[in-house]
């Protein structure tokens, strides 16, 4: 089955700390992997995928095949991080469907 | 501006009215699709389409209807609403299907079903 499990529901750190976002992933075969990201009132929005390798807002995922997990990190975490973020799985069979994580809402104090 | 809107923004109704929440894109777009988003499930589609006049059921079409009659435009359907409908749902678009297009999110809409 595929599935994306983000076993934090909430993280909470404070400016300057380190962050990790949890995803790990179950698929057979390639997978697709994405952060998508939606702040306060704002509309959800891609973050980074895996297959550009790109570091977006000081944010980058490593897609780990290994232990089938797709990591968020940033060195160092800014009060605009505050968000909800969502790792998501590019469906099989070229629909175009995300499987969306549970989510997990990123808090990070002054 | 490039975007994808959605109307109505929040809608209140009663079980069994007939409603449609429409989702409109300026992009071009050949994909399009609907997600609904409940607390601890994140979000799951309900359909999709590739293109014109092609459309196809995700994982949780039950209970709902789309139609693709322009490119633009992609309205979701409830026929007879109820209140496990109750959901945040989003519309979302990207040039074609597949990992190397973006899915643009429009803003939601907030329905509550009595």
């Known amino acids: 089955a595929q599935r994306v499990t983000q076993p934090e529901k909430l993280l909470s750190v404070f400016k300057g700390a380190p962050v990790e976002l949890k995803c790990n992933y179950s698929?057979?075969?390639?997978?697709?992997l994405f952060w998508y990201v939606q702040y306060s009132r704002q509309r959800l929005q891609l973050l980074l995928r895996?297959?550009s390798r790109e570091s977006i807002k000081g944010f980058t995922a490593d897609l780990n095949k290994g232990e089938t997990s797709f990591h968020l990190k940033k060195p160092f975490a800014q009060e605009e991080d505050s968000a909800m973020y969502y790792c998501?799985?590019?469906?099989?069979?070229?629909?175009?469907?995300?499987?969306f994580g549970q989510g997990t809402t990123l808090q990070v104090k002054p | 501006e490039a975007q994808v809107t959605q109307n109505p923004r929040y809608l209140i109704t009663v079980t069994g009215k007939k409603l449609t929440v429409t989702c409109s894109q300026n992009?071009?777009?050949?994909?399009m699709s609907w997600y609904r988003q409940d607390p601890g499930l994140g979000l799951r589609q309900i359909y999709y389409?590739?293109?014109?006049?092609?459309?196809d059921k995700g994982d949780v079409p039950e209970g709902y209807k789309v139609s693709r009659k322009e490119k633009r435009n992609f309205p979701l359907i409830l026929e007879s609403p109820s209140p496990n409908q109750t959901s945040l749902y989003f519309c979302?678009?990207?040039?074609?299907?597949?990992?190397?297009?973006?899915?643009?999110f429009g803003p939601g809409t907030r329905l509550t079903v009595t």
């Open positions: 979302a678009s990207s040039l074609f299907a597949g990992p190397l297009y973006e899915q643009y």
């Open positions: 698929y057979s075969g390639s997978p697709e």
């Open positions: 895996h297959i």
């Open positions: 998501a799985l590019g469906g099989s069979g070229n629909t175009g469907k995300l499987i």
């Open positions: 992009m071009n777009h050949e994909y």
């Open positions: 389409s590739m293109n014109v006049e092609v459309t």
